[in-house]
T-cell receptor
Framework: KAGVTQTPRYLIKTRGQQVTLSCSPI?????VSWYQQTPGQGLQFLFE???????NKGNFPGRFSGRQFSNSRSEMNVSTLELGDSALYLC?????????????FGSGTQLSVL | QKEVEQDPGPLSVPEGAIVSLNCTYS??????FMWYRQYSRKGPELLMY????GNKEDGRFTAQVDKSSKYISLFIRDSQPSDSATYLC??????????FGQGTELSVKP
């Protein structure tokens, strides 16, 4: 079974631009979560989607948004990029319902904002 | 104060040593407890999973949860250089989001 796939692996953008990251979950998994990982803050929860609906949301500004499609694939968008948005963005999937947090992660997209 | 506290290390041990990694938490609603391992430039991978209190053993790894003390531990026996990675504790309440510790960077020297 293929794992969680994230594209692209690396991305370089400049301040003020916007970016879209993509995530394909494990086949059969209906929940997709997004996390931001930085050396200073660790892994911080952005949001979770289940069956195309946002189920949970973290404490990030409205510049961070996401969506999920009917095939469970998900995208995350960051508008008006700031230097502080440089981070590893991780997507994770789980089967759905209350899977008790058994998340399966992709390798992430490393975003650098110059 | 963070919901989950974990000493970031780094921790360096000789090959064959017993490693002890710990996290404390403040939310008494947490009932799912996990340890993830993350190698450089990779996403975290689930290593151990425990529901509620108790111990769980898997090969060289043992996870312990003490809900009365709000304290979880991961023990690695006979540590190997291939165990060198960052170890993240994580926990959640039923239906809630998964909250991660800061991660402890472990280095096992041959």
């Amino acid at each position: 079974k293929a794992g969680v796939t994230q594209t692209p692996r690396y991305l370089i953008k400049t301040r003020g631009q916007q970016v879209t990251l993509s995530c394909s979950p494990i086949s059969g998994h209906r929940s997709v979560s997004w996390y931001q990982q930085t050396p200073g803050q660790g892994l911080q929860f952005l949001f979770e989607y289940f069956s195309e609906t946002q189920r949970n949301k973290g404490n990030f500004p409205g510049r961070f948004s996401g969506r999920q499609f009917s095939n469970s694939r998900s995208e995350m968008n960051v508008s008006t990029l700031e230097l502080g948005d440089s981070a590893l963005y991780l997507c994770a999937s789980q089967q759905g319902g209350d899977s008790g947090g058994k998340l399966f992660f992709g390798s992430g997209t490393q975003l650098s904002v110059l | 104060q963070k919901e989950v506290e974990q000493d970031p290390g780094p921790l360096s041990v000789p090959e064959g040593a017993i490693v002890s990694l710990n996290c404390t938490y403040s939310n008494s609603a947490f009932q799912y407890f996990m340890w993830y391992r993350q190698y450089s430039r990779k996403g975290p991978e689930l290593l151990m999973y425990t529901y509620s209190s108790g111990n769980k053993e898997d090969g060289r790894f043992t996870a312990q949860v003490d809900k009365s003390s709000k304290y979880i531990s991961l023990f690695i026996r006979d540590s190997q250089p291939s165990d060198s990675a960052t170890y993240l504790c994580a926990m959640s309440a039923a239906g809630g989001k998964l909250i991660f510790g800061q991660g402890t960077e472990l280095s096992v020297k041959p």
